[in-house]
């Protein structure tokens, strides 16, 4: 018997009202049982971060208890007399970080401005497709690249170079060894410019079209366009790219320690042998023998940590106040 417009066909009697939905409580119960797990899912990275720093504190309780703040100000590093302090690789950790910042920013967002704004169409996806496949190489393999063929020629090469012409600064003064401070900045510059170059290159590509456009109808060169439009349009995801990278260079281990020379000592010279928090505890830690000693090396561990999350956490707090800025270009 057919309905319409909720009467009888035959009858001409009103048909009865429809029940409520059945599946109301079934779907606020599936609403609030998403929301508890995303929110557990959520909060899970706040709780493992903690745990491990108050498992690493508790692992590091004999070094932090005998030095103190002393620990991180000192530069004696003595397992056999057991004193012990971080302040060589505070310094090789922070000097070689920035060193690799310096060098791979310009190539980094130099690549990214070419590949987004000026490369040519059947050029852009198998020079990003390369780039990017840098990324995935291992850190090893660069070590190894590092070894056989960098730090020769920083030795032979690069290195007597800049001590001959640039000799009177503190920076370029010692013997050529190859492997030192600036081998280490420039492998790691090597490893993070994908990184870089891959993030700005899709915060610009991200940027919209009428940014450009409008500043090409104000009579802008291309140029100019670049800088006003899209640049400063887009700076506080490039402001991320490039302090991505810094954290990626802040805990590079492998390819850092076979080329920083690996002495605990602070020298201004680039030439000179170096050491990093990340390079010591893989060093050091299966030669760890006491309580003290391994409570030192997991204090480092714990610095380390804290410095990574202080970067980051700058690193939110400079692109939050950068794009809290208007986003209209004024000029």
């Known amino acids: 018997m057919a309905v319409v417009f909720g009467r009888s066909a035959g009858a001409g009697a009103a048909t009865p009202a429809a029940p409520p939905f059945v599946g109301t409580r ?13 929110r557990a899912a ?17 692992a590091a309780w004999p070094s932090l208890r005998r030095f103190g703040w002393a620990f991180i100000t000192t530069s004696n590093w003595d397992p056999v007399a057991e004193q012990f302090g971080a302040l060589p690789f505070i310094f090789g950790t922070l000097v070689s970080s920035l060193l690799a910042l310096l060098l791979a920013v310009p190539l980094g967002l130099g690549a990214a401005i070419y590949l987004a704004e000026l490369a040519p169409r059947a050029v852009r996806p198998p020079v990003t497709f390369l780039i990017e496949m840098l990324a995935a190489i291992p850190s090893v393999v660069y070590g190894l690249w590092g070894i056989f063929v960098l730090a020769p020629w920083l030795r032979t090469w690069v290195q007597p170079a800049l001590g001959h012409t640039l000799g009177f600064l503190p920076l370029f003064q010692g013997p050529p060894y190859g492997v030192g401070m600036l081998a280490a900045g420039l492998i790691l510059a090597i490893m993070i410019v994908p990184f870089i170059t891959a993030v700005s290159r899709e915060v610009l590509l ?10 090409l109808a104000l009579g802008a060169t291309g140029w100019e366009t670049t800088r006003i439009a899209v640049l400063r349009y887009g700076r506080s995801g490039l402001i991320g790219a490039i302090l991505l990278g810094l954290g990626r260079a802040l805990g590079e281990t492998m390819a850092v320690t076979m080329l920083i020379g690996n002495r605990p000592e602070i020298s201004f010279s680039l030439f000179a042998p170096g050491y990093t928090m990340a390079s010591v505890i893989a060093n050091e830690f299966t030669e ?15 610095l380390l940590l804290a410095l990574t999350l ?9 692109v939050w106040s950068v794009g809290r800025g208007p986003t209209v270009v004024r000029e």
């Not at 959520?42 to 508790?58: E, I, N, R």
């Not at 760890?288 to 714990?302: M, N, P, V």
């Not at 202080?310 to 400079?318: I, Q, S």
């Open 26 to 38: 079934r779907r606020r119960f599936g609403d609030r049982g998403f929301r508890e797990i995303t």
């Open 42 to 58: 959520g909060l899970a990275p706040l709780v493992l971060v903690a745990g491990m720093a108050a498992v690493m504190a508790h």
């Open 206 to 215: 991200a940027v919209p079209r009428m940014q450009r456009e409008a500043a």
């Open 288 to 302: 760890a023998t006491s309580d003290l000693y391994l409570g030192a090396l997991i204090e480092i561990g714990l």
């Open 310 to 318: 202080a970067v980051n956490g700058l690193a939110r707090l400079l």
